[in-house]
């Protein structure tokens, strides 16, 4: 697993996967963070039940790969049974950060011919308890027909029934246009802002974008703020077009 810290670069967590520092630091400050985050999330379940809940960034390079493996971690560390979805199928990252093999995945299943395929053949079974994770797979030449297909949104249907959280990591909303017409079929977004790197004009064109497809946004979890010991942290928080960075 991708435990430690590396230079920062836009083909790093391709490359090497997403640093989990739930994983390698579980009882530090940003660790506890990660768990902030899933509190807030679970709060905004309440009302309206969110078993279908995915991240997603304006542009690439803004950490949503690394906050969403983490908060899968966290919640299945806090006992719920969890389903971890590569839906990024232009630069996919989990099979890195969790090190398991992409030659088979979500694609696998999206382009199937049969009626039936066994989970077991696809989903990789993590070393953290109640974790599973299923992998983007072969890169397509179609990732939006794919994405927004019928099967892709019956596939969600049946394993949502299987597991108590399934998390999707989606491509960045304003570079690939397959993550707007899944988005529509998340119960909840939460949208990651990279501090000094997002621009606000991204952040609104990206909520735009979501609430054309009636998007139950979240809110957003602000990545790479300079604070504390480590050097960076994490918040989460909702108003868009209110944050600080450039």
Known sequence: MALFKRKRGTTETMEHGAKLITIAKPKGPIAEQFRTIR?????????????KLAF???????????ITANVAVTMAQAGKKVLLIDADLHRPTLH?????????GLTTIL??????????????????NNLSVLPA?????NPSELLGSRRMKDFLDKVVSHYDMVIVDMAPI????????????????VLVVRQNVTQKAAIQRSVEMLKL???????????DVRTGADGYGYGYGYGYGQTDED
Not at 39 to 51: A, C, G, K
Not at 117 to 123: E, F, L, P, S, T
Request: aromatic share 4%.
């Open 39 to 51: 509190t807030n999330i679970d709060f905004m379940s309440v009302d309206n039940q969110v078993n």
């Open 56 to 66: 997603t960034s304006a542009n690439i390079s803004e950490g949503k790969s690394t």
């Open 96 to 104: 890195q950060t969790f090190e398991v093999s992409n030659k088979v």
């Open 111 to 128: 382009t199937s011919k049969a009626n039936e395929i066994d989970m077991k053949d696809v989903v990789k079974t993590d070393e953290v």
């Open 137 to 141: 797979g072969p890169i397509p030449p």
């Open 174 to 189: 304003l570079e690939i246009s397959d993550t707007q017409v899944l988005a529509g079929e998340m119960d909840g977004v």
């Open 213 to 223: 497809t009636k998007t139950n946004i979240l809110g957003y979890v602000m990545n």
